[in-house]
């Protein structure tokens, strides 16, 4: 009897979660306890979570791009990344020059990418970030928008990114922040804000997913993103690099992954742009993502210096896969994209900050 009536309330919490309105935080703890990672019930949550992103979304699939800055070790010892001065002895770092950052940029906006993300660690020199942004932007002929992802800044520092000349700030509360990171999660939250205030728009995701994690862990976070007003949300599960001492916990499987994926995808509703799930699966294109990034330099997940050579994947293996998945895709800057998103959908709430950045394209 229990199970029936479990089945029965799975049905309409999915039925809910069709119309975009999202989900209480009673209702994503509820689904990710109650539905296993196969059957019916399981492939019933994939097809919602992928109905409402096809029909939110237009059945489009968007190519964002990053680059990684530099390999160097990172004072914030985040236990699952490759750059942790603790736990990985980098003998020599690396960064890339002005040129070639310049020159991966144009590549990847010629290629029609939707934004380019410029990743570096926490520890690389904030007035040097922000001149490669603006040599970035200045280079690019068809104002690709930029994303930032740095670190934790004061809104001085926020502003001074938007006025480099990007348009998103990348940033998350990770799972068991200041556990297994040495960073307050406060100054997670607080970023945020800042960068809301200064006109920026912010990208999130809930990352990186472990066997550890508890539900509970999971929809806190979920919660917390969704109440700061961000723009897009993302999945990613932890990849586990050589050393960490969260290795002994292994990995997720991609079952459990696209289950965590398409719950987060019904939570946020119609309150976000797009969703990505990383680094690509078919099964997370069955989930409500849509969204897929293409990596150049580093990354930390890979111990290799190149990510393109190793884990990362380039623009066209990452269009010719939503292809393969019957997503459209689209070519070009979002930020129109996205406006035109904002004015026929009364749940958004960025369309001010988009205005901004539109017009100063």
Not at 116 to 131: N, R, V
Request: hydrophobic letters at 35%; a negative charge.
């Amino acid at each position: 009897m229990q199970i029936e009536n479990n089945n029965t309330q799975i049905d309409l919490v999915l039925e809910k979660a069709k119309k975009g309105n999202g989900l209480s935080r009673d209702e994503a703890l509820f689904l990710l306890k109650e539905i296993p990672t196969s059957g019916e019930k399981f492939e019933l949550l994939l097809h919602t979570a992928d109905y409402l992103s096809r029909k939110q979304f237009q059945n489009t699939g968007e190519v964002h791009a990053q680059i990684g800055l530099n390999w160097d070790k990172c004072q914030n010892n985040c236990q699952f990344c490759m750059f942790s001065e603790e736990l990985h002895k980098i003998k020599q770092s690396k960064c890339l020059s002005e040129e070639e950052v310049v020159k991966r940029a144009i590549e990847f906006e010629e290629k029609g990418v939707g934004s380019i993300s410029l990743m570096s660690t926490a520890d690389y020199d904030f007035d040097k970030y922000l001149k490669m942004g603006k040599l970035v932007s200045e280079n690019l002929k068809n104002r690709t928008p930029l994303f930032a992802n740095w670190g934790d800044i004061d809104f001085e520092q926020a502003k001074a990114i938007k006025r480099a000349g990007f348009t998103y700030y990348y940033h998350a509360l990770r799972l068991r922040e200041g556990v297994v990171t040495k960073i307050d999660p406060s100054k997670r939250i607080e970023t945020i804000k800042n960068a809301h205030e200064a006109g920026l728009l912010v990208g999130s995701c809930l990352e990186p997913i472990g066997p550890e994690h508890t539900y509970e862990e999971m929809v806190d976070l979920l919660v917390i993103m969704r109440d700061l007003k961000i723009s897009w949300m993302a999945t990613m599960k932890r990849i586990n690099v050589e050393g960490s001492p969260l290795q002994k916990y292994g990995e997720i499987t991609d079952e459990e992954f696209a289950k965590i994926t398409a719950v987060t995808r019904l939570f946020y509703g119609k309150t976000i742009f797009t969703m990505a799930a990383h680094e690509p699966l078919a099964i997370n294109l069955r989930a409500g993502a849509n969204f897929l990034v293409a990596e150049m330099g580093t990354n930390p997940r890979d111990k290799n210096v190149e990510t393109l050579d190793s884990r990362g994947w380039d623009v066209d293996s990452c269009t010719k896969f939503l292809e393969q998945h019957d997503y459209k895709v689209y070519k070009g800057s979002v930020n129109k994209r996205y406006l035109k998103m904002s004015y026929i959908n009364e749940n958004f709430t960025h369309l001010e900050r988009l205005l901004l950045n539109c017009n100063a394209e």
